[in-house]
């Protein structure tokens, strides 16, 4: 092997422990690198009431409810498990039903949610109002779905 | 191809380029802008608001464009020990940090509206974040070090260190659950951008692109200039004359 060969060899080793070493971090540190929980992970983890933590899913069709004052509350779903979160305050403009969304907040012992931030999570759909429309009209819409449907 | 690696040779081939590379970038870059802001239609549930999406995610991908061409000069500073990577990857540093900064700042325009916040540590923007201080630190690393060759293998070293973000960066939205979106043109299946946006997108990416080889070959052949001062001026001092740097200074003066 050559002086170069031998160099390269070296760089490429190293480059490759290292990025090992951050892997195997990350696995470790993944419950904290994850921005926010569905309603399943948050029962699958058992997550005792008082934690405070970000649930994030879609904002269930027809669970939206405005009551006295700016309180909402809505159903966070990821289709298989519903959290009911409790919101007092202003929505980004993108909440709506079928919408991702992630709230930040503390769970009680009751498995209801009381959020103190409410953010709205944009999908990776980019089209004009006139596509989006025909798409629904003739059927084909896929937008505002949970991966999982996918 | 090699022989152009070659500084003598390189400070013709890009005298000669970079008027083609200027011409092309601007000129993409103001058909990119009509195409973006006048001549294309709004998202259906962005609005207006999709616009920064045409600087923002061109200057993404020239953040890790830029880091994937400092890396290349970094194996070619530390296996070849070749002067021109050193001067090539001190020029991309400053350029890389731009471009990484033009990003953060219109994600965080955009976010602002569209989620409802300015900045959240999820892993894709603290992903980001890591990349403008690799790049800040780059750049700090070349002005510490006085002698440009260690400072090249300095550099290296750390470039080759961060190089492991990179991935990182790309895949956090899919390997944790991030508020960011998941990737909409590099991705399985092909891309979820409707055409009449996706035009402007990859107009606007060309553009960055030759703006960006423009000022990097500007850049490495200033770098090739100072160090040839440099070393006139050292050679002169051990003769005991004055040399380029001290009239070139007493010409200003």
């Not at chain 1, 002086?3 to 090992?20: F, H, N, Q, T």
């Not at chain 1, 971090?25 to 009431?49: H, W």
């Not at chain 2, 009509?34 to 608001?49: C, H, K, T, V």
């Not at chain 2, 492991?164 to 590099?186: C, E, G, M, R, Y």
Request: hydrophobic share 50%.
């Amino acid at each position: 092997m050559t002086r170069k060969g031998r160099r390269l060899a070296m760089i490429g080793s190293a480059v490759a422990v290292l990025a090992v070493a951050l892997g195997l971090v990350l696995f470790a540190m993944r419950g904290n690198v994850t921005y926010f929980f569905s309603p399943t992970e948050i029962v699958e983890k058992n997550v005792q009431p008082g934690a405070r933590l970000r649930v994030g899913g879609l904002v269930k069709e027809g669970s939206v409810l405005k009551e006295a004052g700016q309180k909402i509350t809505f159903l966070v779903t990821d289709t298989t498990r519903d959290l009911k979160v409790t919101y007092v305050g202003l929505l980004p403009d993108l909440f709506r039903e079928g919408q991702g969304v992630v709230a930040e907040g503390v769970l009680d012992a009751a498995d209801r949610f009381t959020a103190t931030t409410v953010l709205a999570k944009h999908d990776e759909n980019y089209m004009p109002r006139e596509v989006a429309d025909s798409l629904k009209k003739q059927g084909h819409w896929q937008g505002e779905k949970p991966a999982a449907q996918k | 191809m090699l022989k152009y690696a070659n500084p003598t040779l390189f400070m013709g081939l890009a005298g000669r380029l970079i008027p083609w590379t200027a011409a092309l970038g601007l000129g993409l870059i103001g058909v990119g802008l009509y195409m973006s802001f006048l001549g294309s239609p709004a998202d259906y549930q962005q609005g207006e608001s999709v616009r920064i999406m045409y600087i923002h995610v061109p200057s993404a991908w020239m953040a890790l464009f830029i880091y994937g061409v400092m890396t290349s000069a970094a194996l070619g500073t530390l296996v070849w020990r070749h002067p021109l990577a050193d001067a090539a990857q001190k020029a991309a540093a400053p350029l890389g940090a731009a471009f990484t900064f033009v990003c953060l700042f219109t994600g965080s325009m955009w976010g602002k509206p569209m989620w409802g916040t300015w900045w959240e540590w999820d892993a894709r923007l603290t992903s980001m974040l890591v990349l403008f201080l690799i790049y800040l630190g780059l750049v700090a690393l070349w002005r510490t070090i006085e002698e440009p060759t260690r400072a090249a293998k300095a550099a290296a070293v750390l470039t080759l260190v961060g190089v492991v973000n990179i991935p990182i960066i790309k895949f956090s939205v899919d390997w944790w659950n991030t508020l960011h979106q998941p990737a909409s043109v590099f991705r399985m299946g092909g891309p979820t951008i409707h055409s009449s946006l996706l035009w402007p997108l990859a107009v606007m990416s060309l553009a960055f692109t030759f703006l960006f080889m423009t000022m990097h070959l500007m850049a490495i052949r200033n770098e090739i200039l100072a160090r040839r001062v440099r070393r006139l001026s050292m050679e002169a001092a051990s003769r005991g004359e004055a040399g380029p740097r001290a009239v070139v200074r007493g010409a200003t003066a």
